[in-house]
């Protein structure tokens, strides 16, 4: 099982829709959880970080996190164009080496 | 602001050269990472330094050297290199000493091991 898993996708969703992409976690001691935009050719942009159970919003992004469920989501209100990109789900384990694990990632397309 | 510059973008190595990446980072940043991303693997963590004089492996470390020069400098060598190291590799930096995931990327170098 790996560490964080995502659905690769792609995603697609029409333009001004909601755009819900998922992560889960196999550690359960992880207390820290980011997700990073990443346009095609480009590197990897924080754009949310959550450490707390329930839902953080900023602009039209919203980071929600069930600890119980070990499972982080980003909801992107209203998507554009260009919101498509792929979206990377980053966990810091609570193991020895404590350093930030990484999922594959989920292309999302937002079809105008 | 540069932010994190890595040098070259662009490299092809045949089999069994050697070549060092350079990175720095403008933004007096204590930790420096490097990370490869591979299809489908997300991005995988080769060796970190958590502050000045100091490093530590990642996930993927073999095959693979690091130097923190100093504060603004971290460097990844490939002694002998092999097809499967053909990569994109990212240098990050971080504000912080510690575990986190506040990081910066460059803007990644393209390696072709043939």
């Known amino acids: 099982q790996k560490e964080v898993e995502q659905n690769s996708g792609p995603l697609s969703v029409p333009e001004g829709a909601i755009a819900s992409l998922n992560c889960t976690y196999s550690d359960r001691g992880s207390q820290s959880f980011f997700w990073y935009r990443q346009y095609s050719g480009k590197s990897p942009e924080l754009i949310m970080f959550?450490?707390?159970?329930g839902d953080k919003e900023d602009g039209r992004f919203t980071a929600q996190l069930n600890k119980a469920s070990q499972y982080v989501s980003l909801l992107i209100r209203d998507s554009q164009p260009s919101d498509s990109a792929t979206y990377l789900c980053?966990?810091?384990?609570?193991?020895?080496?404590?350093?930030?694990?990484f999922g594959s990632g989920t292309q999302l397309t937002v079809l105008p | 602001n540069a932010g994190v510059t890595q040098t070259p973008k662009f490299q092809v190595l045949k089999t069994g050269q050697s070549m060092t990446l350079q990175c720095a980072q403008d933004m007096n940043h204590n930790s420096m990472y490097w990370y490869r991303q591979d299809p489908g693997m997300g991005l995988r963590l080769i060796y970190y330094s958590a502050s000045e004089g100091t490093t530590d492996k990642g996930e993927v470390p073999n095959g693979y050297n690091v130097s923190r020069l100093n504060k603004r400098e971290f460097s990844l060598r490939l002694e002998s290199a092999a097809p499967s190291q053909t990569s994109v590799y990212f240098c990050?930096?971080?504000?912080?000493?510690?575990?986190?995931?506040?990081?910066?990327f460059g803007e990644g170098s393209r390696l072709t091991v043939l």
């Open positions: 959550i450490y707390s159970n």
């Open positions: 980053a966990v810091i384990l609570s193991g020895s080496a404590r350093q930030l694990t």
């Open positions: 990050a930096s971080s504000r912080r000493e510690g575990p986190t995931g506040e990081l910066f």
